[in-house]
């Protein structure tokens, strides 16, 4: 069959994948499968999913590390926004699928590919995330998608990979589980409803401990640096608190919300390390920031969010947004003290030399040190001044 170009398939090892790499292959494709580690994933998964690849019959596979890419160019501003989408959602999954389009794509560039594949549905948002960032940055690269375009049932695919020899395990498991650095996403019959709640057997990670655990994690302007004085890369202490914190099965929780498709999803999730981080980071900045920094941060925090989990991460107002949140972070240094318990975290307080509750200002409610009570009168007469003028105009009118 003659050779149509190479192509590169972001690759899971999935059943949706695997249909493609093998239909692609038999197709006259040159197929190259890459899969983009952003945190989740261990030596011996990796090493299967490329034994896999092979007997799907690509040319390539490569697994690119972006654990520490994800985390620069990403989580960091998760995390000086204290963003949650609809107040609960860390944004685990759309997170990670722009990164892994970002370096998907500049892989397909680098080998110069002609074609660049994928496994998503027409229903979901991935489709939009991976295609806006492939059109985007190469839109001369032919984007196929053979899940999508042809409709195919989850049994059809199963039944053309037998056909070619690739029998595998492709029973649907009881419930879709997606790892990464920032949060793992559980879905399953229970989240398709409204009412129904996750079991706790859903979780992949289960309680394995009793009673109570310090931590304390020091902030430097806005990244987390070390945990109990023990310093490390900020993604690396992201994984080590998530190791510990999970341990009291930390950070569950189902999230309802608005998909870019235009109709309702639900998700269970699980994300100990991202809550905990974004709940100790937005106490010391409630600490450490003017009330005015802290409301423009919180409506710019909901619009970044937004348009990420949209998929809109490369218009330049994400990179003006960001610039505004790393310049927030300038004073935000300090230790948070966490209490970690069973399903559930306290945050006891926090220590920082830029803690803007200095005792020699004044105690709230207490004393007053910096101005007299004849200055506080005025000081209420005139803010008040344009509520009275209202109510006078128009008490009669």
Request: proline letters at 2%; charged letters at 25%; aromatic letters at 10%.
């Amino acid at each position: 069959m003659k050779n149509k170009g190479k192509l590169v398939i972001a690759y899971s090892g999935g059943l949706d994948t695997s249909y493609c790499a093998v239909s692609l292959s038999k197709a006259g494709y040159d197929v190259h499968a890459v899969s983009v580690n952003t945190g989740g994933f261990t030596a011996e998964e990796i090493k299967t999913i490329e034994n896999n690849a092979y007997k799907m019959g690509v040319s390539t596979y490569k697994n690119i590390d972006a654990i520490a890419s994800y985390y620069e160019k990403v989580i960091k501003y998760l995390i000086f926004g204290n963003v949650l989408k609809n107040n609960t959602y860390p944004l685990s999954v759309s997170a990670e699928r722009i990164i892994q389009a970002i370096e998907i794509i500049q892989y397909a560039k680098s080998i110069d590919a002609k074609f660049i594949a994928h496994g998503s549905t027409g229903a979901g948002n991935d489709q939009v995330r991976f295609d806006m960032i492939f059109q985007t940055l190469a839109p001369e690269i032919e984007i196929i998608t053979p899940i999508r375009d042809q409709k195919l049932t989850r049994q059809h695919e199963i039944d053309y990979l037998k056909k070619n020899g690739i029998d595998m395990s492709w029973e649907k498991a009881q419930y879709s589980i997606n790892k990464g650095l920032w949060g793992t996403s559980v879905g399953g019959a229970e989240t398709l409803t409204s009412e129904k709640p996750l079991p706790d057997s859903a979780y992949p990670s289960q309680l394995k401990k009793e009673g109570k655990e310090q931590v304390t994690l020091t902030f430097e302007k806005g990244e987390l640096t070390a945990i109990n004085g023990n310093k490390n890369r900020p993604e690396l202490n992201i994984e080590i608190l998530n190791n510990r914190a999970s341990a009291f099965a930390i950070g569950r929780d189902i999230h309802v919300g608005d998909t870019i498709v235009g109709i309702k999803g639900r998700v269970g999730f699980e994300a100990a390390a991202a809550l905990i981080i974004i709940k100790a980071h937005h106490l010391l900045e409630k600490h450490t920031l003017t009330k005015w920094q802290l409301q423009h941060k919180e409506y710019l925090s909901s619009f970044y969010g937004m348009h990420l989990h949209e998929g809109q991460y490369l218009d330049p107002v994400m990179r003006d947004m960001e610039a505004f949140f790393q310049s927030s972070q300038d004073k935000v240094s300090g230790d948070v003290f966490v209490t970690l318990k069973r399903y559930h975290f306290i945050l006891e307080g926090i220590e920082s030399n830029h803690d803007l509750m200095n005792a020699k200002f004044g105690s709230y409610g207490e004393e007053n040190k910096g101005w007299t009570a004849n200055e506080a009168k005025g000081f209420i007469k005139i803010l008040g001044n344009q509520n009275k003028i209202y109510q006078q105009v128009n008490q009669n009118a």
